[in-house]
C-alpha cells in the first residue's frame, strides 16, 4: 500500500506569505493600531505560544480570548510581520483584528475529514474585550520554528515589544497523540510527522532556557482537561489578569470531559512506538506520557 501524500500548502497559506499581502497588512494593521492606540495603553503583557502542533494551543488560545482582558488571535504567526518590520502597535493590532473576525465566526476551525470544531464561549468576550492588559497569538508551530531558526529573533521580539513583558505558554499533550493527529490530519507518513516532532523537541529545550522559567508557562493538555479550571485560573495569574467566577463558569464549560486520543486511530508498528518511547525518555518534558494511559 502506497505512503499517503504529504498535504501541499494551501492557496491561502501560500497567498498570505506573499510580499503583496504583507504590504497590504502593514497598511491596514498600521491604520487600525492608530484608531486602537488608547486601547493599547493599558497593556502589560504580550503572549505567544510554543511547542508542537495539534497539542490544543487553539483552545487554550480561545478560552483566554474569552477573559475580558485578554486578546489572543490563532494562527497570525506574529514573527513572521516582527520580522518585516511591523511596529508594537501593528502586531497588536493584528490580534485584535483576528480575534474579532475569528470571534465573529463563532471560533470555528476546520478539522480532519471534514468536521469543524467550534472553540466559541456563549457570553464571553471572544473578538473584543475591555480594559485591555494582554494581546497575544496562540500560533505555536511556526512561532517555534523562527525562534529557533533565528537566536535573536526573541531579543528583537521583546526589544519591539517594550516596556510591554513578552510571555510564553507552551502546551504539552501526549507525543503519541500529537504525531498520530499529524498523520491524520496532515496525511503524512510516520516518519514525516516523527521528524518534525523530533526537531521541535530539539528546539524547544534550548529555546525555553533562553526566554527563562519566570516568563514561560509549561502546561499539559490533558492538566487542562481534567481541571480546566484550576488550569486556566492559573495561566491568567501568569499573564497578570484575575479569572473571575463569571469567566471560568463560562470557560471551563466549554472544555471537553475527556482528551482526544488520537493515537487510537493509527496502528502502530512496534519499531515506531519505541521510537516515540525513547523520544519521551530523552525529554524531561514529556516525562510520564506512554501510549496506553
Known sequence: MA????????????????????????????????????????????????GHARSGHSVIGALLDAHR?????????????????????????????????????????????????????????????????????????????RLGADPDLLRRLRQRMAPIEVRFVHVVRNPFDNIATMMLRGGRTFESAFAQYAANCEVIVPLAARIGSQRLYRVRHEALVGDPRATLTALCAFLGVEADD????????????????????VEWRPEDARRVEELIARFDYLAGYRRDD
Open 69 to 145: 482582558q485578554i486578546v489572543i488571535s490563532d494562527e497570525l504567526d506574529a514573527l513572521r510581520y516582527l520580522r518585516a518590520g511591523f511596529t508594537r502597535g501593528q502586531l497588536m493590532y493584528g490580534s485584535l483584528e483576528i480575534s474579532r473576525r475569528q470571534g465573529a465566526t463563532l471560533r470555528q476551525k476546520a478539522g480532519r475529514g471534514g468536521k469543524t470544531y467550534s472553540y466559541h464561549v456563549p457570553g464571553a468576550w471572544q473578538g473584543r474585550a475591555e480594559e485591555l492588559r494582554v494581546v497575544g497569538d496562540s500560533q505555536a508551530g511556526w512561532t517555534t520554528r
Open 3 to 50: 505512503a499517503p501524500a504529504e498535504r501541499a500548502p494551501s492557496v491561502k497559506d501560500v497567498l498570505r506569505r506573499t510580499p503583496v499581502h504583507t504590504a497590504w497588512r502593514s497598511v491596514a494593521f498600521a491604520a487600525g493600531a492608530l484608531r486602537e492606540r488608547r486601547r493599547f495603553e493599558g497593556v502589560r503583557t504580550y503572549c505567544l505560544f510554543i
Open 246 to 265: 463569571a469567566y471560568l463558569a463560562a470557560a471551563t464549560a466549554q472544555v471537553y470531559r475527556s482528551p482526544a486520543r488520537s493515537r487510537t486511530e
